[in-house]
């Protein structure tokens, strides 16, 4: 069986285009923003919400001292009195599980990796690109102003970051985190999707 795939990327890296087609050729399904509308319907709560806390660690400095000394799996609370951070990371670890389990997909970031360490076959990629690279995607899909782009690219990845590093107690950084990372200053998205569907293949067993 082809594996599942989970891809953390850089802002401005292509990794969630990489995962879009990667998804498409290997006719699997694809989870990346779906995922929100999918908490929120699980919940009960707001999309809208869940939206404005996705990829973001909680914001509370005294929650995240009192939960930084042990992983988040550990935390004791119920649902209903944690941040709407830790609701989201919570329903969506429980959404990319059954989806995990259901067969072969592609996910996009939210710690997927972390999430499915015990699955039994998982494809971990980490897509990243130059400064100057991701810098010039941004302004291209216009995320941001150009004068303002660099800051935004970085204040992008800190987000991603502080979000893995808090949820995993991992580093987001970290290379033995992953099984593949692709540079696509070198590699077009269709040639880093190529790559990644010979992995693929290579793993279905």
Same mark, same amino acid.
């Given at each position: 069986? /082809? ?5 953390? =990327? *850089? ?10 087609? %990667?998804?498409? *050729? ?8 779906? /995922? $929100? ?7 009960? %709560? ?14 509370? %400095? ?21 941040? $709407?951070?830790?609701?989201?990371? +919570?329903?969506?670890?429980?959404? $990319? ?9 592609? $996910? +996009? ?5 972390? +999430? ?20 010039? =995607? ?20 800190? *987000?991603?970051?502080?979000? &893995?590093?808090? &949820?995993?107690?991992? =580093?987001?950084?970290?290379? *033995?985190? &992953?099984? +593949?990372? /692709? #540079? ?9 999707? #190529?790559?990644?569907? #010979? ?7």
């Amino acid at each position: 069986m /082809l594996p599942v795939i989970t891809i953390s =990327r *850089q802002f401005g890296s292509g990794g969630h285009e990489v995962g879009e087609k %990667l998804a498409r *050729q290997l006719d699997v399904p694809f989870y990346d923003k779906a /995922l $929100i509308a999918m908490a929120a319907k699980q919940s009960g %709560l707001s999309e809208e919400v869940f939206a404005n806390a996705d990829e973001k660690a909680t914001s509370s %400095l005294l929650y995240s001292m009192v939960m930084g000394s042990y992983s988040f799996g550990a935390r004791v609370p119920g649902i209903n009195e944690m941040p $709407i951070n830790d609701k989201l990371f +919570i329903i969506q670890s429980d959404i $990319i599980k059954k989806a995990a389990a259901d067969g072969p997909c592609v $996910i +996009i970031g939210r710690c997927a990796d972390y +999430i499915l360490r015990e699955h039994e076959n998982c494809l971990n990629v980490f897509v990243h690109a130059s400064k100057e690279e991701r810098v010039r =995607r941004s302004i291209a899909k216009k995320d941001c102003e150009e004068r303002k782009a660099s800051d935004f690219v970085t204040k992008k990845d800190k *987000q991603r970051a502080n979000y &893995y590093n808090f &949820y995993s107690n991992k =580093r987001w950084d970290d290379l *033995q985190n &992953y099984d +593949i990372t /692709l #540079d696509t200053s070198r590699f077009t998205v269709d040639e880093a999707v #190529d790559i990644l569907m #010979d992995a693929a293949k290579r793993l279905d067993r």
